[in-house]
Nanobody, 128 residues
Framework: QVQLVESGGGLVQAGGSLRLSCAAS????????VGWFRQAPGKEQEFVAT????????TYADSLKGRFTISRDSAKNMVYLEINSLEPEDTANYFC?????????????????????WGQGTQVNVSS
């Protein structure tokens, strides 16, 4: 089992920045990828970014490239999502998720079904 806890959300003005954190514990050696998703009120869950741990690579949703950066600190079992130039449309609950499935080096873990463990989320509110 892997436990995930997100933090770092809050209320931010448009144009500001945030760094969200995802702390992993438990069987972290079984993780092959960690991703971030978000869900705004009344909308479907949306893929934001993922970072594969074996081999190391990152992928972003096409619509979000440029403002989001995913990174990891393996020694601390942490994965981060930095969001710059925040827009009101970024308001959502942001979740991190971990996958224990290895699909190969070129696979992009962009679907919610690719993940086995989920955190409770951290709320981001962007005011205009």
């Amino acid at each position: 089992q892997v436990q995930l806890v997100e933090s770092g959300g809050g209320l931010v003005q448009a144009g500001g920045s945030l760094r969200l954190s995802c702390a992993a514990s438990g069987r972290t050696d079984s993780m092959y990828a960690v991703g971030w998703f978000r869900q705004a009120p009344g909308k479907e869950q949306e893929f934001v970014a993922t970072i594969s741990l074996v081999p190391k690579s990152s992928t972003y949703a096409d619509s979000l490239k440029g403002r989001f950066t995913i990174s990891r600190d393996s020694a601390k079992n942490m994965v981060y999502l930095e969001i710059n130039s925040l827009e009101p449309e970024d308001t959502a609950n942001y979740f991190c998720a971990a996958s224990r499935r290895y699909y190969g080096g070129t696979y992009v873990y962009s679907g919610s079904r690719d993940y086995d463990y989920w955190g409770q989320g951290t709320q981001v509110n962007v005011s205009s």
